[in-house]
C-alpha cells in the first residue's frame, strides 16, 4: 500500500485510546453478520445504468465453476479460432459473464508446452457463440522461438540472488529452480528463465522477487515483486458484529457466512499460520493492544466488509469469485510497520507497527490489501511499471470504496488513504485521492516516464482519476474533508458520482484490462466499459473521458476545448521495422512569445499494429529530447490517437520542434498519421 522508505511515523497514543471497545454479540453456532443478498440486486439498480445487461451478472460459486469447466472443454477450438499458431495451447483463468449472457473469458498461454509470461488474452463471446472481441496483452506471434536454452539455469538463478541482495534482501533464497518460459510482456517473444528468490525483503516482508533471464544471452529482462505490500494503523471501529464460529464450549474467528474466512494470531512470528483465535466467549478484544484479539477483531471485521462490499456491490463472492474465504494473521514479526497480501497462501497479513504498538489493521488497508487478491484473480497487473501503479491504484480506489460502503460512523468515507494513521507525525494522511502530490512523491498527472516511479507513486494520476470521475474538479466538502482538486488542463471536470465511477473501474478491471495494460489501455478500457454501460456519447462515457484528459491521458470528448495556437504536420511519414532508423515529423512554429508551456500538448496520431514496439520522443528547436512514449509501453493495442503533455518551458517556443518515432522490435509495421502541437 506504500513504499516502506517512509514508514517510520507510527499513529498515536491518542488515537488510540479514544477509540471504543471492539465488541460482538454472544451467538450460538455460526455467528455472522452475513451478507444480504437481496442488497446485490438493490446496489447495481441504484448505478442507474441505461444498459442493465452490461452489469456483471450475480454467480454462485458453482455456476462461475461451471463456466470454467465448459470454456475448459473448448479451448483447443477456440484456439483454432482465434487463428494462434500449432504449439500454442489455452489454459481458462477466469469467466466473467454479464445480465444479458455475454461472457468474458479470460485466458494464460503456453508455447511448447512452456508458459507464455504477458501472453493473456480475454475472449469476449454473444449469448449466441459468436465471438465478439479479443483482447490481448499482447499481439505480437509465437512463432519461430527456440526451446532450447543456450545459457544453463544456474545463472539465472545467480542472477536473480544478485538483484534480490541489490535491493537489501535478507537470507535471499531460489524458493525454486529457474523455470524455462516465454516471455512477451514486453516487445518480442524471447525464450527466457523465471527465477522466484524468497527470503525476506530488507524490512521484512517476505519475498518473492521475480527475475527473468534471457536464456539466449544470459541478460536480465525484467523483475517484478511478488509481495504486494501497504501501510495502515489499528482503527477501532466501533462496536461491530463479527461472523464467528461456535464449537463444543468455545468460539473462533471463523466466519462461515464469507467463505470460512479465518483470523490467526501469528504471536510475532513471522511464517505458517500461528494460531486460530479461540476463546469461550463470543467478545473479542477490548480496544487496547495489550489485547492480542482487539487487533484480530479489526482485521475480521475489515475482512467481512471487503467480503460483503464485493458481493453486495458487484455480485463478487469472495476475491476469486469461487465463494473461498482468504485468511488473515495478526502480529506478524516484530514492530513490523507494514500490512501485505500474498497470493501463495491466498493471505493477508498484518504487522504491529513500530514499538509494537500499532498493529495496521484499519478498513481502508483491509480493503486496499485484499483487493490485491482480486486484482490478481482478475486482469492479473504486473506489479511494476505503468500496470504496476494501476495495481496499487486499483487497491485504493476499492480500499476507499470499502470506507464508503462500511458507512461506519467511527470511520466515515473520505478520498484520503490511511487518514488514521499519522504516518508523517503532522497528522496529515498517507496518500490524497484528490491532489496526489500533496504526499510528496506521488504524481497528479500522466507523464512519459512515470512507469519509473515506485508504484506506490506511480498510482497518483489513476487514483487522481477516481477522485475526478466520481466528484469532479474544483473546492467541495465531503463528509467533513474539504477537497480541492486540480485538473493538467485547467479545465474542470463534473463527477458522475462514486457509485458508477467504482462500477466502470471493476467492469473494466474484470473485462478489459490485462497483465501489461498501461495508462492509455486504463482510458481506453474504461472508456469502452462505461460504453456498455451507459451508451456512446451519454454523460458517463464523456465525464471519464475528460477526467482522462484532466490528468494527461488523452484529449476531452470532442476535442480539446482549451483553444490556443497549432502547429500541425498531417504528411505520412512510414516507420520502418526494426532495426530501421527513426524518422521525424516536423512542424515549425511561429509567432509564440518567449518559451513553450509546461503543459505543451503533443497529439500523435500513429497507424501501426503493435504500438509497445515504438519509442517515441519529442525534439525542441535546440536538439534536446523529450520522451513521450517509452518502448514496452502502450499495451497490445493497435494505433495510437493521444495527446501527451510535455514540460517544456525551459525551451523557446519558434523554431522547427520534430516528433522523432523508432521501431524498437521486429514484426510490425505502420507510419506516423499526424503530429500536433497545441501552445
Known sequence: MRSTHRRRVTATAALLSAAAMLTVGVQAGNASARPDDSASAAALKAQAVRNPGALPAKLSPSQRAELI??????????AKNLGLGAQEKLAVRDVVKDQNGTTHTRYERTYAGLPVLGGDLVVDTAPSGQTQNVLKANRAELKN?????????????????????DKGAKKATADRAPRKVVWMAKGTPTLAYETVVGGLQDDGTPNQLHVITDAATGAKLYQWQGIETGVGNTHYSGQVTLGTTQ?????????????????YNLNHGSSGTGTLFSQTN???GDGTNSNAATAGADAAYGAGQTWDFYKNVFGRSGIKGDGVGAYSRVHYGNAYVNAFWDDSCFCMTYGDGSGNNDPLTSLDVAGHEMTHGVTSNTAGLEYSGESGGLNEATSDI????????SNNSSDVGDYLIGEKININGDGTPLRYMDKPSKDGGSKDSWYAGIGNLDVHYSSGPANHWFYLASEGSGTKVINGVTYNSPTSDGLPVTGIGRDKAQLIWYKALTTKFNSSTDYKGARDGTIAAATELYGAGSAEVNNITDAWAA??????????PGGGKVFENGTNVTIPDSPGAAVTSSVTVSGVTGNAPSTLKVGVKIVHTYIGDLQIDLVAPDGSAYPVKATGTGGSTDNIDATYTVNASSEVANGTWKLKVQDKARYDTGYIDNFKLTF
Open 247 to 263: 464449537s463444543g464450549s468455545n468460539y473462533t474467528l471463523t466466519d462461515g457466512g464469507r467463505g470460512g474466512h479465518k483470523t
Open 145 to 165: 522461438i527456440a526451446t532450447t536454452a543456450k545459457q544453463g539455469p544456474a545463472g539465472a538463478q545467480k542472477q536473480a540472488l544478485a538483484a534480490a541482495a
Open 551 to 560: 490528468i494527461a491521458v488523452g484529449a476531452r470528448h470532442g476535442g480539446d
Open 282 to 284: 463470543d467478545t473479542w
Open 69 to 78: 469447466r465448459q470454456a475448459g472443454t473448448k479451448t483447443a477450438e477456440t
Open 398 to 405: 476499492f480500499g476507499t470504496a470499502v470506507e464508503f460502503y
